[in-house]
């Protein structure tokens, strides 16, 4: 999902052209209408009522935890990572335990995971900042966690939403890409950092986390990267360009 190992970060710029609401962001949105943004909201609800359940994938029971597992899906998928964690949060309760374990300790419990060396190294120094810059709590602000190791804006906004709550950008994966072009709420020929941009300025700031959700949930269920079920699907034939 993110790449492992990033570790210098800029201070954000901040946009006074945005929308209300939007200036804190550190992009410019493009412009969008209000019926464009009609549509992502009837998209939204429609996904919603299909999904009630839809929530984050990783398995954690602690801010520090959903951060860990979000450095460690760098490269894998969210089941893998769960598959790995119990052992590892069991054996490391706490950022404290990490910052007294080595990575090299760290690292059996992380093997199966790919680039593992890296990954251990960011969570060990991760935490260790954590608990020596930041009373050992997680930082609920983006420029906070942005000093950590491993965290690069990605992580950052998983962290934020799901564990805070706080919306400060749109976690954009192979799925999110693939619906919000076919559901044309991006140009299909947007970059990921575009899609993340048209997703904010179409959908209401305090869904963002959810919609991410929503859309992985039905590329799931649904739209599958090779051979979604098009035009049997009642979302689809509403909303899907392909239907
Ligand atoms: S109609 Fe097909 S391509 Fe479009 S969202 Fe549904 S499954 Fe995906």
């Avoid at 009630?52 to 990572?81: F, G, M, R, W």
């Avoid at 954009?172 to 575009?194: G, Q």
């Avoid at 869904?207 to 079920?229: D, N, Q």
Wanted: proline residues 7%; aromatic residues 6%; glycine residues 4%.
């Amino acid at each position: 999902m993110t790449s492992a190992g990033a570790t210098t970060n800029r201070p954000p710029v901040r946009t006074p052209d945005n929308p209300r609401g939007l200036r804190d962001l550190p992009f410019e949105l493009p412009e969008v209408t209000p019926a464009e943004k009609r549509r992502a909201r009837a998209v939204l609800k429609a996904l919603r009522e299909r999904y009630p359940d839809a929530k984050c994938a990783l398995t954690y029971s602690t801010p520090h935890e959903l951060l860990i597992a979000t450095i460690l899906s760098a490269q894998t998928t969210d089941a893998n990572v769960n598959k790995a964690t119990p052992a590892l949060f069991k054996a490391f309760p706490t950022p404290q335990d990490y910052a007294n374990a080595t990575p090299k300790q760290i690292e059996p419990y992380v093997k199966s995971l790919g680039f593992f060396r890296n990954k251990s190294l960011a969570i060990h120094e991760s935490m260790r900042d954590i608990v020596e810059r930041f009373d050992g709590e997680v930082p609920s602000e983006m420029d906070d966690l942005l000093t950590l190791r491993g965290v690069a804006r990605k992580t950052a906004n998983v962290v934020l939403g799901n564990a805070f709550g706080i919306n400060n950008g749109f976690v954009v994966d192979t799925h999110i890409e693939r619906l919000s072009k076919r559901f044309s709420l991006a140009p299909e020929d947007a970059t990921v950092t575009m899609v993340e941009r048209y997703l904010c300025a179409l959908v209401p700031r305090d869904a963002w986390a959810e919609m991410s959700h929503l859309f992985i949930a039905h590329g799931r269920a649904v739209c599958k990267a090779r051979g979604g079920t098009c035009a049997e699907d009642a979302i689809c034939r509403r909303f899907c360009s392909n239907a």
